[in-house]
Nanobody, 127 residues
């Protein structure tokens, strides 16, 4: 059974850090680009970061560039999102998903290309 499970969310003060993990089961990281998305209340789901299985290249949305990093551990089947300098506007439910169309990351993240969505993990940035 193909499954992605996110963890690591929580409540953090502005300026703080969190590390989210996305653990895969039922398939290998070798063939899929993995993306992180987030959805704040009343807003559309936004693609914020992607890591390619083709060449390990990465993509970051402007809203998180310079603050977030993405990495993967093939042996552990885990993709991690390190989030630093968190802001209240980063508050959202964060999801990981696999790109079912390509193993590369483009300059944008097309929502309908992604599948095997996890259940999400809540990140709240507040003082």
């Amino acid at each position: 059974q193909v499954q992605l499970v996110e963890s690591g969310g929580g409540l953090v003060q502005p300026g703080g850090s969190l590390r989210l993990s996305c653990v895969l089961s039922g398939f290998t990281l070798d063939y899929y680009a993995i993306g992180w998305f987030r959805q704040a209340p009343g807003k559309e789901r936004e693609g914020i970061s992607c890591i390619s299985s083709y060449d390990r290249s990465t993509y970051f949305a402007d809203s998180v560039k310079g603050r977030f990093t993405i990495s993967r551990d093939v042996a552990k089947k885990t993709v991690s999102l390190q989030m630093n300098s968190l802001k209240p506007e980063d508050t959202a439910v964060y999801y990981c998903a696999a790109n079912l169309v390509t193993n590369r990351c483009s300059n944008s993240m097309v929502l309908h290309e992604y599948g095997y969505w996890g259940q999400g993990t809540q990140v709240t940035v507040s003082s």
